[in-house]
């Protein structure tokens, strides 16, 4: 999966995309791979994800869309039309695949544009699928073009050519699919290439949550937990989690762990207050490597403008984790303003890190070109 945008890596291993970040850094005790830890963080993942549409909080709008399709296709006994699903990080796009073929009492087969780095994969795939399968594509806009574009025929017409053979003894095999519907998840749906886009016969956005979803969320996880959780815990953990569920549900796991190891077992507003400061999750949901970025952009750079490459360095961070791990959360949050000429502070960062801004025209740092 790949490293979430607008999510902030937690420092204290919270990552908020992969999980092997949290769960790295655990395993990292315990001894365990992080190969075994993401496994183990995707399990815990995958006991709280809801299984079927009603299930499914918030996203009302896209709820409703899918709905339609769905209960027309099962009216006219046939495969729904193919599917995409575009939004953040962490926002429910393989879940409602999951929901999808749950929904339809179908197969599911479950694949990923950096797994099909050949046409030969994805027939592979496509050759094996049975009627009516549910096929998704996580991450569809990084799949190999030669396999992008064998998926457009495998959509439209339900068969792919199968090349046979190098050179000029190469024949072309035609193979005829049964129907089946292809759901699409993507982070980047400006990537996708309209031919591919175009045979989406249904498309939904998903948004960050309301913090009254987010509060659903978590009490419904931790029901699933079978751990006891006041409303104000859950409305407390419910706005530092940035909009997103997985972030939700791994900051329950922490408070839940808090609560059994130094609590009374139960949630409560204390063990809540407690774990996030153990995490040092701030109250809007703001890591350590995110205050980090935003004291060097005040402290370091008079508030800017500096690039972005200038701005990591300080922060001894890659340019690409602060550009889509950090940024797009405080972005969201007003706490960082991108220009033409920089990143600059805006009143609200001066604030978060508590100090005061400059007055207008005192020194302010010459703009530094990204790296
Ligand atoms: N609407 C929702 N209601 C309840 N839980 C949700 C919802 N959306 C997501 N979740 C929870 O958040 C977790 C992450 O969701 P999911 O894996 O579907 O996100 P995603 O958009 O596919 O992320 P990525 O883009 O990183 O693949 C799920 O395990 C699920 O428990």
Redesign the pocket.
């Known amino acids: 999966?790949?490293p979430?945008p607008g999510t902030g890596a937690f420092e204290s291993g919270l990552s908020a995309?992969t999980g092997t970040g949290e769960a790295g850094e655990r395993a990292g005790e315990r001894g365990v791979t992080s190969a075994e830890s993401s496994a183990l963080e995707r399990a815990a993942?995958?006991a709280?994800?809801?299984r079927r549409l009603a299930?499914?909080?918030?996203?009302q709008v896209v709820r409703e869309q899918l709905s339609l399709v769905l209960d027309a296709a099962a009216a006219r006994g046939r495969a729904p039309e193919h599917m995409l699903?575009s939004?953040?990080?962490?926002?429910?796009?393989?879940?409602?695949?999951m929901i999808i073929a749950a929904e339809l009492n179908a197969p599911l087969r479950i694949t990923s544009g950096p797994a099909v780095q050949h046409a030969g994969d994805l027939a592979a795939i496509l050759s094996s699928l049975e009627e009516g399968e549910v096929l998704f594509i996580?991450?569809i806009h990084r799949l190999a073009r030669p396999a992008e574009e064998m998926l457009y025929m495998a959509m439209e017409d339900f068969r792919v050519d199968v090349v046979v053979g190098k050179g000029v003894g190469a024949t072309s095999i035609p193979l005829e699919l049964p129907p089946f519907t292809a759901v699409g998840?993507t982070?980047r749906a400006g990537l996708l290439p309209s031919p591919l886009r175009d045979r989406f016969g249904f498309t939904g956005h998903?948004d960050y949550?309301r913090p009254a979803?987010l509060e659903?969320?978590i009490t419904?996880?931790a029901a699933r937990l079978e751990v006891e959780i006041d409303a104000e815990a859950a409305a407390e953990i419910a706005g530092r989690c940035r909009g997103?569920?997985?972030i939700?549900?791994r900051l329950l796991r922490r408070v839940r762990d808090w609560s059994q190891v130094r609590g009374s077992g139960r949630i409560d507003l204390e063990a809540a207050h407690a774990a996030l400061a153990v995490y040092e999750v701030d109250e809007r949901g703001l890591d350590r490597l995110d205050r980090a970025v935003l004291r060097a952009l005040c402290e370091r750079f008079a508030g800017g403008p500096v690039g972005l490459g200038t701005l990591a360095v300080a922060v001894g961070e890659e340019t690409e984790t602060v550009e889509t791990m950090v940024e797009p959360f405080l972005v969201r949050e007003g706490l960082i303003s991108r220009t033409p000429r920089g990143r600059i502070a805006t009143p609200a960062t001066w604030a978060h890190v508590g100090l005061a801004a400059p007055s207008p025209g005192a020194g302010t740092t010459p703009p530094l070109g990204r790296f």
């Open positions: 999966m790949s979430a995309s993942e995958a709280l994800r809801p299930e499914f909080v918030g996203q699903l939004g953040p990080p962490g926002l429910g796009k393989t879940t409602l695949a996580d991450e998840a982070t998903l949550y979803e659903t969320v419904r996880s997103t569920p997985r939700a549900n």
